[in-house]
């Protein structure tokens, strides 16, 4: 693919990225409520996971690396949301809400990093 294209295509895959993060926080707000920010958590965790998972891919079945880009940097960064849940928890931490801003960052975080881990090993597999 020509560059053009593949940033083109970056885009577009950034902005359905986006769309469905909108739907999958609605989703969860929908089911588990607005008063902790488990959207943003299943959002990231799933996208860390979903990166990984297409990391482990491309470097055992070959995947091609605008692919690669595509998917990953486009739809996975178009998903995820690092500001966000960096805001949430400074909500939460203003609110007086320590152990729930401290569950949400360092939660988190370790919990992306074991969904990415988890993913390239998986991607691995295929």
């Not at 998972?53 to 998917?71: N, R, V, Y």
């Amino acid at each position: 693919m020509t560059g053009p294209l593949v940033f083109a295509l970056i885009c577009v895959a950034g902005g359905a990225g986006s769309a469905l993060r909108l739907l999958v926080d609605g989703v969860v707000k929908g089911r588990l409520g607005a008063s902790y920010p488990w959207g943003t958590t299943v959002i990231n965790v799933t996208g860390s996971f979903g990166l990984g998972l297409l990391t482990g891919a491309a470097a055992h079945a070959g995947l091609p690396h605008d692919l690669l880009l595509i998917l990953g940097g486009g739809l996975m960064g178009g998903y995820t949301t690092f500001s966000t849940a960096s805001l949430e928890t400074v909500r939460l931490a203003q609110a007086g809400r320590l152990g729930a801003a401290l569950a949400n960052g360092v939660g988190m975080l370790l919990a992306c990093v074991a969904a990415a881990g988890l993913g390239i090993a998986l991607g691995g597999l295929l």
